[in-house]
């Protein structure tokens, strides 16, 4: 049998993370390190793995109930290779180090056991579309995969060069990094948009640091039913098109 599927063979590599192909990562265990990954996303492995739902705290659970962030995982463990993916979004392995990483949970793939997850508050005036009030803080010493849509735009903060972002867009940042958010908006009606740009929401970041942003925005889930009054007609408040969305934080 002849084809050029035979040249997608497995990547040959000593790292624990290695991008097999730009949507497909490929995670080595030895069975002293487990790894926690997206439920579901396990797509193939060798060797022998064993699969299981990772528990959440009290505390963990509550801060889901309450902000709708969080993490839905699994633990992996045993002697062999794995390979995770999602909806053919591309992969990108992160070293988080002393600094830590913010991102939406919607976008995490796989993280080391190691490393300590806690939901936070992004500071705001408002409840915003995409981005949402609540975000997940990575902390300690290990790699985390992350997911786009298309291929990123990684922007460096600097002290002298602050970056804006689109609240859609944002997918995670150095948690370092002062984070202020703000309506795109002249008007004094708050939720309504900049005249007919349909751009609405975004985020400042200030300090040292980078913000990863993804070549696309948070649109509605397909079939999402759209409340009514004007504040839902603009994706704004429990009656929004963005409400619909369970990775969206609303109170």
Same mark, same amino acid.
Not at 5 to 25: A, I, K
Not at 45 to 57: A, I, K, R, T, V
Not at 212 to 223: A, D
């Given at each position: 049998?002849?084809?050029?599927? +035979? @040249? #997608?063979?497995?990547? =040959? @590599?000593?790292?624990? /993370?290695?991008?097999?192909?730009?949507?497909?990562?490929?995670?080595? !265990?030895?069975? =002293?390190?487990?790894?926690?990954?997206?439920?579901?996303?396990?797509?193939?492995?060798?060797?022998?793995?064993?699969?299981?739902?990772? /528990?959440?705290?009290?505390?963990?659970?509550?801060?889901?109930?309450?902000?709708?962030?969080?993490?839905?995982?699994?633990?992996?463990?045993?002697?062999?290779? $794995?390979? +995770?993916?999602? !909806?053919?979004?591309?992969?990108?392995?992160?070293?988080?180090?002393?600094?830590?990483?913010?991102?939406?949970? @919607? /976008?995490?793939?796989?993280?080391?056991?190691?490393? #300590?997850?806690?939901?936070?508050?992004?500071?705001? =005036? %408002?409840?915003? @579309?995409?981005?949402?009030? %609540?975000?997940?803080?990575?902390?300690?010493?290990?790699?985390?995969?992350?997911?786009?849509?298309?291929?990123?735009?990684?922007?460096? $903060?600097?002290?002298?060069? %602050? $970056?804006?972002?689109?609240?859609?867009?944002?997918? &995670?940042?150095?948690?370092?990094?002062?984070?202020?958010?703000?309506?795109?908006? #002249?008007?004094?009606?708050?939720?309504?948009?900049?005249?007919?740009?349909? *751009?609405?929401?975004?985020?400042? +970041?200030?300090?040292?640091?980078?913000?990863?942003?993804?070549?696309?925005?948070?649109?509605?889930?397909?079939?999402?039913?759209?409340? *009514?009054?004007?504040? &839902?007609?603009?994706?704004?408040?429990?009656?929004? &098109? #963005?409400?619909?969305?369970?990775?969206?934080?609303?109170?």
């Amino acid at each position: 049998m002849q084809s050029p599927l +035979f @040249s #997608h063979t497995e990547q =040959q @590599s000593q790292d624990r /993370y290695t991008v097999q192909n730009p949507q497909l990562l490929r995670v080595s !265990l030895t069975g =002293q390190d487990d790894v926690l990954a997206r439920k579901g996303s396990m797509v193939a492995y060798q060797g022998l793995m064993d699969f299981d739902g990772e /528990y959440q705290s009290n505390n963990q659970r509550q801060a889901r109930v309450r902000t709708g962030e969080g993490l839905d995982l699994m633990r992996c463990s045993g002697q062999g290779t $794995v390979y +995770f993916a999602n !909806l053919a979004q591309y992969v990108h392995v992160v070293d988080v180090d002393r600094d830590g990483m913010t991102v939406d949970s @919607s /976008y995490v793939l796989a993280l080391d056991s190691a490393l #300590h997850t806690e939901v936070i508050a992004v500071d705001s =005036q %408002y409840g915003i @579309s995409g981005s949402g009030k %609540y975000q997940l803080n990575i902390s300690g010493q290990g790699k985390v995969a992350l997911m786009t849509s298309g291929q990123p735009l990684m922007l460096q $903060v600097t002290p002298d060069k %602050y $970056v804006n972002a689109d609240a859609d867009a944002i997918v &995670a940042w150095s948690s370092s990094l002062r984070v202020q958010m703000q309506a795109q908006t #002249h008007s004094s009606g708050i939720r309504r948009r900049r005249g007919n740009t349909g *751009e609405g929401w975004e985020l400042s +970041f200030l300090g040292q640091g980078f913000a990863l942003v993804q070549p696309s925005e948070v649109m509605p889930p397909q079939n999402a039913q759209i409340g *009514e009054g004007v504040a &839902a007609q603009f994706g704004v408040g429990q009656q929004g &098109a #963005h409400s619909q969305n369970q990775n969206n934080a609303w109170n």
